[in-house]
């Protein structure tokens, strides 16, 4: 029985295009730190580098660790010492990224009413950004860390979307099987990966986030605004 709810952060509780945020994010990002005197194009090349590496994680240590591995492999082992000030940025700076949503979106009603039925809630956004960072794209709309039961960050994980294995450590976090959780995306590949790990699954379309242009119909689908409806039948618990 359905029990415990999955949510994607990046272009389904938060309305806007990866594409778009990646622009305004790396934007605010050199801003902040070639007055240190990095070159831009060298540290975009290198937090590809480090993401590509958090992406294809084996396990063998958190995406903390395997991010600023390669990140220090591209840059020189001096730049760790950036880690506080990047921690710093996505306290500060990156909050001008919100500029990014199509819409604004108070998602903290939706949440408060799934909690109120009795169901377990976790934040699945791709683990390749710091506590930090998550806490603020949540304020964006209208959301905390604090609302969600677990939320996954590059601190806490050690794999990412798609690997089937993302989910299932989750599914071993909460305690739950993967028939008692659904989880609600807008990427048929790094969302809907988590059927393969036996989880009932949702495809939100408003942002739709699909580059190999992959057949929706696959998958449960609709808007954003067709999901709060069916949630809202949700019997409680």
């Given at each position: 029985m359905l029990n415990t709810i999955l949510f994607d952060l990046d272009g389904t509780l938060a309305p806007f295009m990866q594409d778009e945020f990646i622009h305004t994010y790396?934007?605010?990002l050199v801003r902040r730190l070639t007055p240190m005197g990095y070159d831009g194009e060298k540290l975009i090349h290198a937090l590809?580098?480090?993401v590509d590496a958090m992406i294809k994680n084996d396990g063998?240590?958190?995406n903390r660790q395997v991010f600023w591995n390669v990140f220090t492999q591209q840059l020189g082992i001096q730049a760790m010492a950036l880690e506080s000030i990047l921690e710093d940025f996505y306290t500060r700076e990156f909050d001008g990224a919100r500029s990014v949503l199509r819409e604004d979106a108070d998602r903290g009603g939706l949440i408060r009413s799934l909690r109120e039925k009795g169901y377990g809630l976790v934040l699945a956004t791709n683990?390749?950004?710091p506590a930090v960072?998550?806490?603020t794209r949540l304020s964006w709309v209208g959301l905390a860390a604090?609302?969600?039961?677990?939320?996954t960050t590059y601190e806490n994980c050690r794999s990412s979307k798609p690997n089937p294995a993302y989910y299932q450590n989750i599914l071993s976090h909460i305690g739950k099987q993967g028939a008692e959780c659904l989880m609600i995306g807008n990427n048929p590949v790094d969302d809907m990966a988590a059927a393969k790990a036996e989880l009932s699954v949702f495809l939100v379309t408003d942002c739709l986030e699909n580059p190999g242009g992959l057949p929706v119909e696959d998958y449960p689908h609709g808007s954003f605004r067709e999901l709060e409806a069916i949630l809202a039948e949700l019997p409680h618990l």
């Open positions: 790396f934007k605010l590809w580098a480090g063998s240590g958190t683990p390749v950004f960072a998550v806490e604090s609302d969600f039961d677990y939320v």
